[in-house]
């Protein structure tokens, strides 16, 4: 079990919001070649200057990755994956820091992954 806290502060257009976020990730290995991960966080937007409804949009508990791995062989890998990404948060913006966090990358492609811990 892994534990990360976040917090940024995006401007632009003369709007701008503050975000923190704390992630808790687990990973169960059940054998060598299957495990299951889950992230879930917990999302707070304490200043917007997009208003409350913006706040309260993005505000909660959410499951940012819930993955079912397995290592067919050496060269093959399936991961079926759900993701519960915040407003705002599609995919392919890899720079934004929620992303960023250490254990966000460390995921069942990486070396380590089946490695007990």
Do not use: C
């Amino acid at each position: 079990m892994n534990h990360s806290v976040g917090m940024s502060y995006t401007s632009g257009g003369g709007y701008g919001y503050a975000l923190g976020v704390y992630t808790n990730s687990m990973m169960y290995k059940f054998s060598d070649n299957i495990n299951i991960q889950a992230d879930v966080s917990l999302v707070n937007s304490p200043y917007s200057s997009l208003g409350n409804d913006f706040s309260k949009q993005i505000n909660g508990i959410y499951i940012t990755k819930a993955a079912l791995n397995y290592k067919i062989s050496d060269n093959t890998n399936l991961s079926i994956q759900y993701r519960q990404l915040p407003t705002g948060y599609g995919y392919g913006n890899y720079y934004n820091g929620f992303y960023n966090n250490s254990f966000w990358n460390n995921s069942f492609w990486s070396n380590d992954a089946f490695n007990e811990r």
